[in-house]
C-alpha cells in the first residue's frame, strides 16, 4: 500500500539535525551507539529547533568500514522510532543508499525522508522505492563510495559546471522513475570526492545548483575542509561551521545540516532579520 507524506516547508531555512546511531562517525561527539545516547541526543535537538531529524546507521567518512544491511537496519530503526516516540511532530530523515534499509523502515515506521549519499548510483532500486512510496528523496552529488571516494577528486572541468551537468541528468531519470519535482533535494556532496579547494570553489558556486529550482542542503558541519584549513580538529570547528552554513544560506541554501542545531537555529533566525531588512 502506497504511504503518503506531506510536502516540506521551504519557506525558510531548516535545520537538519545528524543523529549517528554509529560507533565510528568522524566527529566523536555526535556518536549515539546506544538507545540512551539515541533519545538523549533527539530530545536535545527537538528541544534546540531541529526542523528535520536524520538518522544514520553507516558512517560515510573517508575510509569508514563497511556496515552489514541487517546491522544498518537495526542501527536507523532503532533511532527513528526513538525519534517518532519522543518528537512526533519532526519530519525524520534515514541517511541510507540501500532500497532495502529504506523499504523497511517504511514499512515499520511510515514515510520519511530517504536521504541518498549515492544519488541511486549505489543502489538503483533506492530512488524507485523513494518514487514508489511518494516520500521526498535527497540526492547527493559523490564519486565512488566512502571507501574510495577521496581518491576520485579529478574533474574534467571546474567542479560547479561539472556537478551542475550530474544533477541535470540525475534529474531527468530521476523525473522518469515517477518522483514528483516537489520530492527532489540536491546535496552537492560537500567533502565527498572533492579536495578542500574544490569545496569552496562548491561553495562559492552553491546559487548556481540552488538557480535550478530545487532545494539545495548543504552540509558543512565540522568537515575537514573547515579544519584541515584552520590546521585544528573536528571539536574547534564551530565557528567556521556557522560562518560557512551563513555563506550556504546567502547562496539560497534551504537546508543546513548539522552537528550542533541551537547554533544553526540562532543562524537561521538572525539571517532572516538580515534579508527581511536587506529588501
Known amino acids: ?27 566523536a561527539p555526535s556518536r549515539t551507539p546506544d538507545r540512551e545516547a539515541i533519545e538523549a541526543r533527539i530530545r ?13 546507521g553507516y558512517s560515510s567518512r573517508p575510509g569508514a568500514d563497511e556496515v552489514d ?33 529504506a523499504e523497511e523502515v517504511i514499512r515499520c515506521c511510515g514515510p ?15 530512488p524507485e522505492t523513494a518514487a514508489r512510496y511518494d516520500v521526498p528523496y535527497i540526492a547527493m552529488h559523490m564519486k565512488g563510495d566512502p571507501q574510495t571516494m577521496q581518491s576520485l577528486t ?8 561539472e556537478v551542475l551537468d550530474y544533477f541535470e541528468t540525475r534529474i531527468a531519470r530521476l523525473r522518469a522513475l515517477g518522483m514528483r519535482r516537489e520530492r527532489l533535494i540536491l546535496d552537492p556532496g560537500f567533502g565527498f570526492a572533492k579536495t578542500a579547494d574544490q569545496n569552496y570553489e562548491l ?21 575537514s575542509m573547515i579544519y584541515k584549513t584552520l590546521g585544528s580538529t573536528p571539536d574547534e570547528s564551530l565557528p567556521g561551521t ?32 538580515f534579508e527581511r531588512n536587506r529588501k
Open 112 to 126: 520519511v525522508i530517504v536521504n541518498d549519499i549515492s544519488a541511486g548510483e549505489l543502489d538503483g532500486a533506492l
Open 69 to 101: 544491511p541487517d546491522e544498518e537496519l537495526r542501527r536507523v530503526l532503532l533511532g527513528t522510532e526513538a525519534a517518532r516516540r519522543l518528537a512526533p511532530a519532526i519530519p525524520v530523515s534515514i541517511d541510507t543508499f540501500r532500497a532495502s534499509v
Open 242 to 273: 556557522i560562518a560557512l552554513g551563513w555563506e550556504a544560506l546567502r547562496q539560497g541554501a534551504a537546508i543546513l545540516r548539522v552537528h550542533d542545531v541551537k547554533e544553526a537555529a540562532d543562524t537561521v533566525k538572525i539571517f532572516d532579520v
Open 154 to 161: 579529478d574533474y574534467r572541468r571546474e567542479i560547479v559546471a
Open 44 to 56: 536535545r535537538v527537538a528541544a534546540e529547533g531541529a526542523a528535520i531529524i536524520d538518522i544514520g
Open 203 to 223: 561553495l562559492a558556486g552553491l546559487h548556481r545548483l540552488c538557480a535550478l529550482g530545487y532545494p539545495v542542503l548543504a552540509g558543512v558541519s565540522r568537515k
Open 1 to 27: 500500500m502506497k504511504q503518503h507524506m506531506p510536502d516540506l516547508d521551504f519557506s525558510r531555512p531548516q535545520v537538519m539535525a545528524i543523529v549517528n546511531v554509529t560507533p565510528d562517525s568522524f566527529y
